[in-house]
């Protein structure tokens, strides 16, 4: 059986640094810092009082009273994605077969803010059980990719991914995947998480996984640096639409870029710490490289998971050292989680829009927020601090790790008709 081309046509996004895949673009590679003093609670009492939110967002602006009586804000976030990818995908609703055309979302947590106020609201009763009817539709992680499906009538496979902070690149590798093996035509695929509440802040400072540089929050996602503490919480919304080749080419699409292949594997190794040596990593990016029948040299860029953590973000330079050898050091690398902050289940999805679109437009998007070299980190790979970097970029690879051992590598290449 051969296996069918996969091309991406469509993004959306609500972000940290903006609310179109414009804005999101240009504060990337301006280095812009999403981080700012958290405003949608009162962090007076926590450890952390910082983090990556998505500013000047108005719910009202975007649903109706009843939508919103439906949506926990990370299904939200998914909808205007969504809508987002899709206008910019071009396709036409009225003619296109919904039976092809599928949904598949992630989210690392869901409906956390949802789940927090109706277990406090419980919390302070008499014991009665008391529950709004929606709380558990608009808590559970598969809500949004039905959301999606229900209003546009896709009835392609229709499911959740969730593996912690990779879920979204497992959302795209799934949708790469079901495509290629002629399952569907069309997929929405990408992410979505609300987790910047007071259970999420203080879940996360309870394992000291946050930062908790709370004087200098711009700075607080430090990749790579010596002196990081932790990763920045963030939230938002990112879509992608993925296309089959001729289907694309026979509705005149516009083509971000190609989908050349991916890889999964699981650490087999420790609940929330990444392998020492990035085994699992290492495997993932060879398995990716195998299955777009790629070498190590053909690789111009790595947008890495490079969460600004004490271990993961020396795991992850010692697994690129081993596998692409001397080439490690001609590829520019680079963490746009110094600039978004972490947003969990949305982080493989953002990272790839951010790859896909280096490999469009030629240019690397910095690392932000580096300060002192890390002795037990290789120094001399380019990590491309500071400034964006203009090169060619035929093909990029994208990873994304989560609690659990589960890691995910996707690359995109250039698109050319052969």
């Known amino acids: 059986m051969e296996l069918k081309r996969v091309v991406v046509t469509g993004l959306g996004v609500l972000t940290p640094l903006g609310d179109s895949v414009d804005k999101l673009w240009k504060g990337l590679l301006n280095g812009v810092s999403g981080a700012d003093q958290i405003t949608h609670f009162d962090t007076s009492k926590f450890k952390t009082t910082f983090a990556c939110e998505v500013k000047n ?30 206008v910019d995908s071009g396709m036409n609703l009225e003619s296109v077969d919904k039976r092809r055309i599928g949904v598949i979302w992630a989210a690392g947590i869901g409906g956390l803010a949802t789940l927090e106020t109706e277990v406090v609201g419980f919390g302070r009763g008499d014991g009665t059980p008391r529950f709004n009817p929606f709380f558990i539709p608009k808590m559970i ?62 879940g996360f400072n309870a394992m000291h996984a946050i930062s908790t540089r709370n004087d200098d929050p711009k700075t607080g996602s430090r990749p790579f640096d010596k002196d990081r503490d932790g990763f920045v919480l963030g939230e938002g919304g990112c879509a992608l639409i993925f296309e089959e080749l001729e289907h694309a080419l026979n509705r005149g699409a516009r083509i971000y870029a190609e989908v050349a292949g991916c890889g999964i594997t699981g650490d ?31 690789i111009d860029h790595i947008n890495t998971h490079g969460t600004s953590t004490p271990l993961g973000d020396i795991a992850e330079p010692k697994a690129i050292v081993t596998l ?43 690392t932000i927020n580096h300060f002192t070299d890390d002795p037990e ?19 990029a690879l994208t990873n994304t790790f989560g609690f659990g051992g589960h890691n995910a590598s996707i690359i995109f290449k250039k698109f050319t008709d052969k």
């Open 57 to 86: 967002y108005d719910p009202k602006e975007h649903f109706d009273r009843k939508e919103l009586r439906k949506y926990d804000p990370y299904a939200q976030f998914a909808m205007i994605a969504a809508d987002q990818a899709i």
């Open 141 to 202: 992680a598969d809500i949004a990719a039905g959301n999606i499906s229900i209003k546009y009538g896709f009835m392609g496979p229709n499911f959740a991914t969730v593996s912690a902070c990779a879920s979204s690149a497992n959302a795209l590798v799934d949708s790469f995947n079901y495509i290629r093996l002629g399952k569907a035509d069309m997929f929405v695929s990408g992410g979505s998480e609300a987790a910047i509440t007071k259970v999420g802040i203080g």
């Open 268 to 298: 087999a190794y420790h609940m929330t710490s990444p392998h020492p040596d990035g085994l699992g990593a290492q495997l993932a990016m060879q398995q990716a490289l195998d299955d777009a029948e790629l070498q190590p040299g053909d």
């Open 324 to 366: 692409f050898g001397e080439h490690a050091y001609k590829i520019n690398i680079n963490s746009t989680k110094s600039m978004t902050g972490h947003l969990l289940g949305a982080a493989g999805a953002i990272e790839a829009i951010a790859a896909l679109l280096a490999v469009k437009h030629d240019i690397v998007p910095p």
């Open 377 to 395: 980190i290789d120094n001399n790979l380019n990590f491309t601090y500071h400034k964006a970097h203009e090169r060619v970029i035929n093909a």
